[in-house]
């Protein structure tokens, strides 16, 4: 603790008494200073206890001596000493008055005691002060690593860093959730300063931000005061650490937070070589599996993915879409098992949309960043492998970290959904813009045939216009609307096109005739039926039909083709607005 005025007046080789202030000597004295100025107001800077003799003082004038001390009180003067003996042989009682009346503490300094000792006393209590300190700052750091290195992690950290500062203290992961907190009543404080931790979040690291401590809540609780700093060394944050305090941070704390942030960045931002080192593995273990050794890629997993293979996963092909900076994701992600710091300096400088923003820049980089958090959360593995401009995410079937993957979609696809202009839908997708394909479950052994499923599902998604498509629905629903392609649809219109201009000179309706037989299987009776035709009639309507397109309809590969160019060229149902 800094002096105070009350440690002076108690240090036994001072001597010194007090004639004012009796109840302000617990106020911190930040140094002692000498001046015998008149008005000394603009060399002050605040907490100074000021050394005087009165040489050139009226002292003995009550006006300007009120004058004199209303203005060092104005400056943070937080105590005179007045030296009997050289000027005065007693404290002028206009000095004293004024000093009462302005609540000033005013100490008698004796002529045996120089000011210099009064000076060294302060300097000695101050160096002493900021030695405690950092001693404590040291200790903590111990205790810091300690926590960190232990089998708790950063949960046991948080927890003697709360102890430290004699408040709460919380971590947020990549994600924005809160992974860890302390005391047990922390969680809830914590939740409310979510928003906050993601603003943080959105900003380069390192970074940071102080929140509350002003006011009071609803209840007439007063506020604490919070302070937020990001966790990470490259453009994007890996998570937030909060503190909360009921006054701001001392020395020993501030360290302590300091050394807990450091810590908590070493945790969170792995070693460049052991990422590396972890992606060739996770690349390793993929092409395995793809080329059909699940035995050779278990060996090859380990500890590390070996959890992984021994329950269906899902396997998820991600990409970004063309625009809102997903040239920088492309690069990014493209150097994730060769150089991160590369990867996050293009995106320094990377000057397109949404650049200054690390999660628009990176949307991949979002994606991986909330599924590997809810993985971690719930003690999953999920193996992450970059592919040029794109990502391949194995993931366990019904785990967190595919829930979370829907739920970021979902998230998105609400937000294009509110977005009306063009230019707010570019912006509507927290971290750009991405399309996603999902496998059904599958074993090891089956990965081949869940990669190609991953793939078409990302096929649809693009051209459905959709963030995320499970294989599932894709198999459970129709083929129809994967027609709804430009290039199906010239296709289909160069097919017909012979067709529907023969129709043109009113010489017979063969592209409907067509339509009624193929729909009922070539029943001749049953469609003529529908168009109301003798069989007779479509018989030589559909060999004008094999004579105008020069294919034989006896073909079932013809019929098919037919059918879909029919489907893929008819007008849309029109429907009514309710």
């Known amino acids: 603790m800094p002096p105070t005025l009350a440690s002076l007046v108690h240090h036994t080789a001072l001597k010194l008494s007090v004639l004012a202030g009796e109840d302000r000597l617990e106020t911190p004295v930040r140094w002692a200073h000498v001046s015998e100025l008149a008005d000394p107001v603009p060399y002050m800077e605040g907490g100074e206890l000021l050394l005087i003799t009165a040489m050139k003082l009226d002292a003995d004038d009550p006006d300007a001596m009120a004058r004199y001390v209303r203005r060092l009180v104005g400056a943070g003067v937080v105590g005179l000493g007045f030296a009997v003996g050289v000027a005065y042989d007693e404290v002028p009682s206009a000095l004293v008055a004024a000093a009462k009346e302005e609540g000033l503490p005013l100490l008698v300094v004796p002529r045996r005691t120089p000011f210099i000792a009064i000076s060294k006393a302060v300097s000695a209590a101050i160096a002493a002060d900021q030695y405690r300190a950092v001693t404590a700052g040291f200790e903590a750091q111990r205790e810091l690593t300690r926590a960190a290195i232990g089998a708790e992690g950063p949960a046991a950290l948080v927890a003697r860093l709360a102890a430290h500062v004699d408040g709460w203290a919380a971590l947020y992961d990549a994600s924005g959730s809160v992974v860890a907190a302390a005391p047990d009543w922390a969680a809830r404080r914590a939740a409310r300063h979510t928003a906050d931790a993601e603003r943080l979040r959105a900003r380069p690291a390192p970074a940071s931000v102080v929140v509350g401590g002003g006011g009071a809540e609803a209840g007439g609780e007063a506020t604490d005061r919070v302070e937020l700093q990001s966790l990470g060394t490259g453009r994007r944050t890996r998570g937030v650490l909060a503190v909360g305090t009921g006054a701001p941070l001392g020395t020993a704390e501030r360290y302590a937070v300091h050394s807990a942030v450091a810590l908590l960045t070493l945790t969170t931002e792995r070693s460049r070589a052991l990422r590396e080192a972890e992606q060739r593995l996770g690349t390793a273990v993929l092409r395995m599996l793809l080329a059909g050794e699940p035995d050779h890629a278990r060996a090859v997993a380990g500890r590390l993915y070996g959890g992984l293979l021994d329950a269906p996963f899902r396997m998820l092909v991600a990409e970004a879409v063309p625009g809102g900076g997903t040239q920088a994701s492309h690069q990014q992600h493209g150097a994730y098992a060769a150089d991160e710091t590369a990867a996050e300096a293009a995106a320094e400088a990377d000057t397109s949309a949404g650049a200054g923003d690390p999660d628009r820049a990176d949307p991949l980089g979002v994606l991986v960043d909330a599924m590997e ?77 869940a990669y190609r499923q991953a793939e078409q599902a990302l096929s649809v998604a693009r051209r459905r216009g959709r963030v995320l498509v499970e294989h599932e629905h894709v198999a459970a629903g129709s083929l129809l609307p994967l027609l709804a392609d430009d290039a199906v649809r010239a296709f289909a219109d160069g097919m017909l096109r012979a067709l529907h201009d023969h129709d043109a000179t009113g010489r017979g309706d063969l592209v409907a005739s067509l339509r009624a037989w193929l729909s009922r299987h070539g029943q001749w009776d049953a469609a003529a039926a529908d168009l109301g035709v003798h069989r007779h009639t479509l018989r030589y309507r559909m060999r004008r039909v094999e004579e105008i397109l020069g294919r034989s309809l006896d073909d079932p590969d013809v019929r098919m083709e037919l059918w879909l160019a029919l489907k893929a060229t008819a007008p849309a149902t029109p429907t009514l607005k309710s």
């Open 373 to 449: 958090a809810a993985a971690a959360r719930t003690g999953e593995a999920v193996l992450v492998v970059p592919d040029g401009e794109r990502l391949i995410v194995l993931a366990p079937d019904g785990g967190a970290a595919v829930a979370v993957c829907a739920e970021h979609a979902e998230a998105i696809e609400s937000r294009r959904g509110a977005a009306t202009r063009p230019r707010e839908r570019a912006a509507a997708a927290p971290g750009g813009d991405l399309v996603v394909g999902l496998s059904a479950p599958a074993g090891p052994i089956a990965a081949a045939a």
